[in-house]
């Protein structure tokens, strides 16, 4: 057990892999070129990700009393892109599928530069001159690129090569990313329950994680509509402003070339969990207007 234990950062590392890869294998240059038919969609959904969901991250751990540590681990989280996860719940939900692999797929690229900025701000103002920790620039982009979007490059690139197989493997691509997630949830906890208290952890970080994925999942919606974007690409955009990569928050917190820090990834952890319990509601809670909309439009 303590063999694997010591290996759970590894192990991460390879399931985000895994995770990326089999993104990358459901798209293709299409999904791109198709980002031109919704301008304004793709820019209300990256301006979400990439700047507003870190911006709520800040205001919470500003205004609710968290320890430092975990405050930290929510900021980890919330600079982080969608991930598969967040397209299989569009989906579920009736969204604009197209939409959310495309928004998934840029954030993971653009979110390569913005995690590195918006973590060194972080451990500067929460952690201040108590922090040992240290990410150089240049190093750390090359870490998060190496664990996101060169995965998904290799996955467009076996999707390019070999076409039918890749095709074929779309659903198994789909549930097999779901059970990678929950691997890595598992690992998280084993880690966890090693350096203390995992349920300690779990109410320690829980508030501020659930303000965060309540508020991203009501913004994300309404943000859109204020700009009159339709129904269906206003719900995708709110489950990808509401479901952020967890498994890459955890594996930046945990991993021995970045934070060093399984507290921190604790919160990642418990963000994975609240998310996906959320998400069954949210996805009910659109597919119904989705679908009643549909009604009405025939």
Known sequence: MKDLLSHIPMLLQITLFLIMLGMGMTLTLKDFINIGQSPKAIFIGLFNQVLLVPLIAFTIISLVPMDAIFAMGLMIVSCCPGGAVSNLFSHLAK????????????????????????????????????????????????????????????????IYKFEKFAKKSKPAIKWGSIAVVILALILMVMKLEEIGDSWAFIKASFVGVILLNLLTLCIGFFSSRVMKISTKQSATISIESGMQNNVLGMTIAISPNLLNSPEMGATAGVYGVVMCVLAIGVVRIYKKRITKKSIYQL
Do not use: C
């Open 95 to 158: 969204g604009d599928t197209a939409l959310s692999i495309s928004l998934t797929a840029l954030s993971s690229i653009i979110t390569v530069f913005t995690i590195p900025i918006i973590l060194v701000f972080s451990l500067n103002y929460i952690l201040g001159e108590t922090t040992t920790i240290v990410l150089p620039l240049g190093k750390t982009i090359f870490n998060i690129f190496k664990l996101t979007a060169l995965p998904v490059f290799i996955g467009m690139l076996i």
